[in-house]
Structure formats: structure tokens, C-alpha cells
T-cell receptor, first 113, second 112 residues
Framework: EPEVTQTPSHQVTQMGQEVILRCVPISNHLYFYWYRQILGQKVEFLVSFYNNEISEKSEIFDDQFSVERPDGSNFTLKIRSTKLEDSAMYFC???????????FGPGTRLTVL | KNEVEQSPQNLTAQEGEFITINCSYSVGISALHWLQQHPGGGIVSLFMLSSGKKKHGRLIATINIQEKHSSLHITASHPRDSAVYICAVRPYYGGSQGNLIFGKGTKLSVKP
């Protein structure tokens, strides 16, 4: 059964460093998403991506964040200069169409020291 | 203001019990999702529904659009059902669909 994959599973970085979180969505899906879950809190929407451009983004997704689909399979989230408060679980998801069910990856736990 | 409210926040049950988790929301929606988050953190989609009822194995999800309420039922609960169950809605704003809004989750623990 096709699934969304994410790497790495856990990333530890120093404050101010750049990190890139990687996702491979399900191959025939057209919509891609990033979500964040700070420990003990609810999941929050960050950004959606369709047709090689951002379709929606939340207030959280400021200039420190960027997304890219560098090739036909990967979908990346870059945090340019990490802050302590960026420590969270980051989930990638994909769906065939915007109104369809979303399939989530296993998440990347980002720890900023 | 929480647009998606779940109850209860925590639920402990004995193996075999029938379990109900509730979700209420305050916005117009195009769909509602029930998700399961395992202790390791991974999220699995259980259901997406916009009306009526869906069943998958021992899981049943219902939604009442008029009352803005959904329930997730687990029949014959088992310790492996222990997880956090999350309700998420896709709001519908004047002809366009918004992005998922999540509830805080219900932590279920099923004791053997």
C-alpha cells in the first residue's frame, strides 16, 4: 500500500541553523501539506502546495519557512534560522485532490537546542 | 476560541467496552476527518466523512451536519486501540475550502 515517507525521523539542531525536512508524497497525489505539532498541543496547519506553488499558508508560516518540490518525488520544508520554539513534530501529508482524504507521513521530530 | 472541541479529553476503558468519542465544531464544513495518533507520534487517517455514517471493522463514525457534531465509536475495544484520536474539519468559506482545523485530541487507554 502506498504511503507518505519522511526523513529524518529525528533531527537535532542548534538555534540559528538551517534545517531541511524531507517528504516523499504518494506518487499520484497532487496536493501536499506540512503540519506542525508542538509537544502536548494540537496539530496546526502550516502550508499547502499544488502545481509547484503554495496554495495556502498559515500565520505560522513566516519568512523563515519555505517549501519546495525539487524533483518529481520529494517535497521539502526548510526552516532558515531555527528558533527554540520551532521544536515540534512536523508532519507531511498528501492527497489526490484538495477535497480528498489526506495521508500523513510518520513525522519528523525537530529538536532545537 | 476553539473551532473544534472534542470530549472527553481522556478516556480509560476496560477491554471489550464500547467507546464513544465526540467532536463538535462551530464552522461550516465540507468534510470531517477522524485520525489516530499512535504513542510514537505517527498519524493515521481513519475516516473522512461529510454526511451519514461510515464503518471500518470495529470503528464507526457518524456525523450530523445540522448539529455540527460527529462521533467516533469503537466496538469491542482492545488494548491496541490505545492512542490519541483526533477530529479535524475542513471549513467551507463561501464557496472555497479552507485547510484542516484540528481538535486537541482524545487520549484513549484500554486496559486488558
Amino acid at each position: 500500500e502506498p504511503e507518505v515517507t519522511q526523513t529524518p525521523s529525528h533531527q537535532v539542531t542548534q538555534m540559528g541553523q538551517e534545517v531541511i525536512l524531507r517528504c516523499v508524497p504518494i506518487s499520484n497525489h497532487l496536493y501536499f501539506y506540512w503540519y506542525r505539532q508542538i509537544l502536548g498541543q494540537k496539530v496546526e496547519f502550516l502550508v499547502s502546495f499544488y502545481n509547484n506553488e503554495i496554495s495556502e499558508k498559515s500565520e505560522i508560516f513566516d519568512d523563515q519557512f519555505s517549501v519546495e518540490r525539487p524533483d518529481g518525488s520529494n517535497f521539502t520544508l526548510k526552516i532558515r534560522s531555527t528558533k527554540l520554539e520551532d521544536s515540534a513534530m512536523y508532519f507531511c501529508a498528501s492527497s489526490e485532490l484538495i477535497r480528498n482524504e489526506q495521508f500523513f507521513g510518520p513525522g519528523t521530530r525537530l529538536t532545537v537546542l | 476560541k476553539n473551532e473544534v472541541e472534542q470530549s472527553p479529553q481522556n478516556l480509560t476503558a476496560q477491554e471489550g467496552e464500547f467507546i464513544t468519542i465526540n467532536c463538535s465544531y462551530s464552522v461550516g464544513i465540507s468534510a470531517l476527518h477522524w485520525l489516530q495518533q499512535h504513542p510514537g507520534g505517527g498519524i493515521v487517517s481513519l475516516f473522512m466523512l461529510s454526511s451519514g455514517k461510515k464503518k471500518h471493522g470495529r470503528l464507526i463514525a457518524t456525523i450530523n451536519i445540522q448539529e455540527k457534531h460527529s462521533s467516533l465509536h469503537i466496538t469491542a475495544s482492545h488494548p491496541r486501540d490505545s492512542a490519541v484520536y483526533i477530529c479535524a474539519v475542513r471549513p467551507y468559506y463561501g464557496g472555497s475550502q479552507g485547510n484542516l482545523i484540528f481538535g486537541k485530541g482524545t487520549k484513549l487507554s484500554v486496559k486488558p
